[in-house]
């Protein structure tokens, strides 16, 4: 409980506190004394979560948060929150509100002006990017694929042309299935899988979805544990690049050798197609830059 000056009080904080996703040492010095210092703990699941205490030697009272009551938990942990209570959120494993629950309650004590402080650690999705050897410049989480087929063919589809690496979740039951889907939309695309991350049996398998789903089939146990699957992003499209380039050249130099902007606008719709009235637009905007 957190008193100011003069005995007023004040609302306690919502620590937002990531755990880990498997190996028990990952956990932070900061989370495991933010655990300690806390007046509840809401969990995902108290049970599993209740191990993690144990081990910690911590007992702490806590409260169920998850996707089916989170909306109506929100009243509680605010009442807690006014008392004074400090309370730590987590998830069953990994970073909370990362495909798990907790942002209904987080977006909602924000907007009632509570202090939310978040204690980083171990997320899954930064792990498998960290050693899979793909591009991570730029990279699209896009959680968990539909389970239907034809939907999950669909979701696919519309990544086609993403150029940036993209990272789903998924489960052992479906992974098979999604590297099917993935085969037909997405080809012999570059797909890393990082499966068991940070525990005993913690795998990178590469290569393409035909090659990985045969490797599955070769060897059963490859396709036990939670996944995190990326995927290479698109190549960028070299004909709409090259001819980028090649338009801007000869405006430029067009521009440069002294033609005038009318001329070059017929001599551009000439070369590349579309209206000279388009052309003109584009080498007056060129022109006025200059």
């Known amino acids: 409980m957190t008193h100011g000056h003069l005995g007023t009080l004040h609302p306690g904080t919502l620590y937002v506190v990531a755990t880990p996703i498997g190996n028990l040492q990952d956990l932070s010095p900061r989370a495991a004394q933010t655990l300690g210092s806390v007046a509840r703990i809401a969990a995902e699941d108290t049970r599993h979560s209740g191990r993690l205490l144990t081990h910690l030697g911590l007992n702490v009272p806590m409260l169920s948060l998850h996707d089916h009551n989170e ?16 309370i730590a959120l987590i998830s069953d494993a990994g970073t909370p509100l990362i495909s798990d629950p907790g942002f209904v309650l987080v977006r909602a004590l924000r907007e009632r002006g509570r202090r939310i402080v978040p204690v980083p650690g171990p997320s899954a999705l930064i792990t498998a990017l960290s050693g899979a050897g793909l591009p991570t410049d730029r990279f699209t989480f896009a959680g968990f694929l539909p389970a239907k087929p034809a939907a999950r063919k669909q979701a696919l589809e519309q990544w086609l042309a993403h150029e940036a690496t993209l990272v789903f979740y998924e489960s052992p039951h479906r992974i098979v299935h999604t590297l099917t889907a993935l085969s037909e939309v997405m080809g012999a695309r570059d797909v890393v899988l990082a499966r068991e991350l940070t525990k005993t049996f913690e795998t990178f398998l590469s290569g393409t979805p035909g090659a990985l789903l045969a490797q599955l089939e070769e060897d059963p146990n490859q396709a036990r544990g939670e996944f995190v699957v990326m995927v290479q992003g698109a190549p960028p499209n070299v004909e709409q690049t090259q001819q980028a380039f090649s338009e801007d ?15 070059s606008a017929a001599v551009s719709a000439r070369v590349f197609g579309g209206r000279k009235q388009t052309w003109y637009a584009r080498l007056q905007a060129m022109k006025s830059e200059d």
Not at 72 to 86: C, F, K, N, P, S
Not at 249 to 263: C, F, I, R, S
């Open 249 to 263: 050249t000869l405006l430029n130099a067009l521009l440069a050798e002294g033609v005038g902007v009318k001329q």
């Open 71 to 86: 909306s109506h938990r929100i009243e509680q942990v605010d009442r807690y929150l006014v008392a004074g209570e400090d």
